[in-house]
């Protein structure tokens, strides 16, 4: 039956038919969405905009007029299908806003509803006391708080009047609402948003002098004990700041950015102190007190080890004593329990490590995975290191394949990684951003740095074979975490894959090598600056010219047994003599015709050695290479 349907030929009717439907069905989307269009025209001729509040509905069904103004920007922005020409027009003509940024969507995420039902709740307060100007601290049971809605409104009132004002969170229609019930923008009473900022500021130095710090994240969301109103009324505090900062509309005053300053407020929580990253956690845990009444904390409650690992060793501290008496008064206030979970026995952890290494295949603990079980094996390390680790567990462990060098382990890793480079390439110079392998290039940088006094005090007396000075080198280096022996085994492996410690000495041994190569070609070390035919090679000579008097010895020793020119100066005579040669060889010399359509330069340094000559301006030196070039100091007899 498939195959036949498969098979069967699709007649000419069906496919019209299919067409027509297909255009009845645009036609049927095109209507839709120009009823939902004017429905947008008539929203902002209400409002003033089309940043219609994604909760926003006008009463129609469907579409959801504030979805409807999402789903459009977003196929604008996807591109494929391409967004309709014709309807982009039309919107563009009644100012649609294709992009938004964070702060428009967060007011148009305002929820429109609730500010109504708000309203709601004002019209009962003025039944029932005759006015609508609701003191700060009033609360009706339901939130928001109705006081401080109706301050926020002055604030938001505020920011409205000002000249550069766009769209925010209080609109025309919103003030036309509240001054129906009349609504007082300027009580004439003590001003209650500087009576509530100075009653919030309070409680932040009181919060200062319990915990030291203003430089704490935002509480989570569905908290409201006083330590939350604090510290959102403090992230408050820093947005304003930051638009007080970039001269936009802002509610804070230099008279409150005086005050918070005396208290060391922190305009930003980054950079944080070794205390203020306690108090970070310890609020986690105060959070976790508010909510369950408790101070069990675990990763089967959905906390993170590390977060259960700091509970744990503030109580391991607390009972060796080694807390500090002013986080215990902390930690008191919430009922801590000081008790410690009962001490895992080694055949407890030695277990949990077979387990470990069943699963993974190694005894290389993930902290993320089990942070107990990390730091037990860390201080087996420490113990093995003393020799202090009885030998009865060292059998133990090995039957694991424990690793008792992990940072070895790791160089080891990264040396195989050079010698699979250096079989591929041809070289172990590895380039800092490698393509091939990113890290490698940080890891041979760090190994140079790391034997850098090698460099300074000769490499070639160090080898292989002679293993003594290697390790006289190693010694240097040595630390309690990587002893001699680990600092002279590594150096041994890098020797014996031809490690380069330098790889500027050498570029400039390879340099050196081509000019040597130059001079057997040319017979000289005068390379043209722009020499096509060795490029780089000229740059390469005159730099070295540049760099003469800081010059390692080494090097002008090996440049001067090549009758290397210093001299800049001479070493341009010397160029344009050798293009004379050149010349000369391809004679060219003394015919004038040839002579300027070749090198209008070699004719004026022509000229002036003539010129020399008769002033007796000419060294010796040049006189006698000119003239054993056959040189005619006429000037009839040659090109003038």
């Known amino acids: 039956m498939f195959q036949q349907m498969a098979g069967r030929k699709v007649s000419t009717t069906e496919t019209s038919k299919e067409r027509v439907s297909t255009k009845k069905q645009e036609t049927k989307y095109e209507k839709r969405w120009e009823s939902t269009y004017q429905r947008l025209v008539k929203f902002r001729k209400e409002h003033g905009h089309t940043m219609v509040p994604q909760s926003f509905n006008d009463g129609d069904d469907k579409p959801h007029l504030g979805r409807w103004v999402v789903m459009q920007r977003f196929l604008r ?80 009132y505020r920011e409205y009047q000002n000249s550069n004002y766009s769209v925010g969170l209080m609109t025309n229609k919103r003030v036309e609402t509240l001054e129906s019930l009349g609504f007082e923008w300027n009580p004439g009473r003590e001003d209650e948003y500087e009576e509530a900022w100075m009653s919030q500021f309070k409680a932040m130095k009181k919060f200062v002098k319990k915990y030291n710090t203003t430089k704490v994240s ?9 330590i939350a109103t604090t510290l959102r009324w403090a992230e408050t505090q820093r947005m304003s700041y930051s638009k007080y900062i970039r001269n936009e509309t802002s509610t804070i005053t230099p008279q409150q950015i005086d005050l918070l300053n005396s208290i060391d407020f922190a305009w930003n929580l980054t950079n944080k102190t070794t205390h203020e990253k306690w108090i970070h956690e310890y609020l986690k845990l105060y959070w976790h007190h508010f909510q369950h009444n408790n101070t069990v904390i675990s990763q089967s409650s959905g906390y993170n080890s590390d977060f259960v690992y700091w509970v744990e060793t503030q109580k391991r501290d607390y009972n060796a004593g080694k807390l500090a008496q002013g986080k215990i008064d902390l930690l008191n206030d919430l009922d801590f329990d000081w008790t410690l979970d009962p001490v895992a026995t080694w055949e407890d952890m030695y277990e949990q490590l077979s387990q470990y290494y069943d699963r993974f295949g190694s005894t290389l603990i993930n902290t993320n995975i089990n942070k107990d079980l990390g730091t037990w094996t860390s201080e087996l390390r420490i113990l093995y290191s003393k020799g202090e680790l009885d030998p009865t567990w060292v059998a133990k462990l090995n039957q694991l394949k424990f690793v008792w060098d992990t940072e070895d382990v790791n160089w080891n890793a990264m040396y195989d990684r050079l010698v699979a480079y250096k079989k591929k390439h041809g070289t172990v110079c590895v380039p800092h951003a490698c393509p091939d392998d990113p890290p490698l290039g940080g890891w041979v940088r760090i190994n140079r740095e790391t034997y850098k006094h090698m460099v300074t005090n000769g490499i070639d007396g160090i080898s292989v074979q002679n293993q003594s000075a290697v390790f006289e080198v190693a010694q240097v280096k040595a630390t309690r975490k990587v002893p001699a022996r680990i600092h002279a085994a590594r150096m041994l492996k890098l020797l014996e894959i031809e490690f380069v410690w330098s790889p500027l000495d050498v570029q400039w041994q390879e340099m050196y090598d081509r000019l040597v190569a130059y001079k057997k070609s040319n017979g000289h070390t005068v390379v043209p600056y722009e020499s096509p035919e060795h490029p780089g090679l000229g740059v390469w000579v005159t730099s070295q010219r540049v760099s003469s008097e800081t010059m390692s010895e080494a090097r002008k020793t090996a440049l001067d047994a090549i009758g290397f020119v210093w001299d800049p100066l001479e070493a341009r005579w010397q160029e344009m003599f050798h293009k004379y040669c050149d010349m000369q060889v391809k004679n060219v010399i003394g015919n004038n015709d040839k002579m300027d359509r070749n090198d209008e330069e070699l004719c004026t340094w022509i000229r002036n050695q003539r010129r020399n000559y008769r002033r007796g301006a000419l060294s010796k030196e040049r006189i ?11 000037i009839n007899n040659a090109m003038s």
């Open 624 to 634: 006698s290479l000119l003239e054993s070039t056959g040189f005619d100091w006429k």
């Open 218 to 226: 935002n509480t989570p969301v569905g908290f409201y004990s006083s």
């Open 77 to 156: 922005k996807r591109k494929d299908p391409p967004y309709s020409i014709k309807r982009a027009e039309k919107l563009d003509s009644i100012g649609f806003v294709w992009t938004l940024d964070a702060e428009d969507i967060f007011h148009q995420n305002r929820d429109e509803e609730t500010w109504n039902k708000t309203v709601q709740r004002l019209k009962k307060y003025k039944l029932q006391h005759g006015h609508v100007n609701v003191p700060h601290r009033y609360n009706d049971g339901q939130r928001p708080h109705l006081g401080m809605w109706v301050s926020h409104q002055r604030n938001y």
